[in-house]
Nanobody, 124 residues
Framework: QVQLVESGGGLVQAGGSLRLSCAAS????????MGWFRQAPGKEREFVAT????????YYADSVPGRFTISRDDAKNTVYLQMNSLKPEDTAVYYC?????????????????WGQGTQVTVSS
């Protein structure tokens, strides 16, 4: 089991930046590949980015490469999502998630553990 707690959300103007953090506790952090998802009001939860257990592989949704960067600090049991050039359409609740497989997953159903989410609001 792993517990995930997100932080770093908030209100930002379009073109601004935010860095989300997800702190993990419980089982050894390097056991988990990590992902970020987001859910806007009235929409389904969608994949944003993922990073492998080793940190050597990352993958992004088509809407965010070049603007968002996922990284992990295993010494701090934390995964980050650096978000730059934010747009109003990035407004959503952002969730951190984890799974134990070695493969890269983008679907919500493949992730075993979830945080409670953090709100990101981008004003125009």
């Amino acid at each position: 089991q792993v517990q995930l707690v997100e932080s770093g959300g908030g209100l930002v103007q379009a073109g601004g930046s935010l860095r989300l953090s997800c702190a993990a506790s419980g089982r050894t952090f390097t056991t988990y590949a990590m992902g970020w998802f987001r859910q806007a009001p009235g929409k389904e939860r969608e994949f944003v980015a993922t990073i492998s257990r080793s940190g050597g592989n990352t993958y992004y949704a088509d809407s965010v490469p070049g603007r968002f960067t996922i990284s992990r600090d295993d010494a701090k049991n934390t995964v980050y999502l650096q978000m730059n050039s934010l747009k109003p359409e990035d407004t959503a609740v952002y969730y951190c998630a984890a799974h134990t497989d070695w493969r890269t997953f983008t679907h919500v159903d493949r992730y075993e553990f979830w945080g409670q989410g953090t709100q990101v609001t981008v004003s125009s």
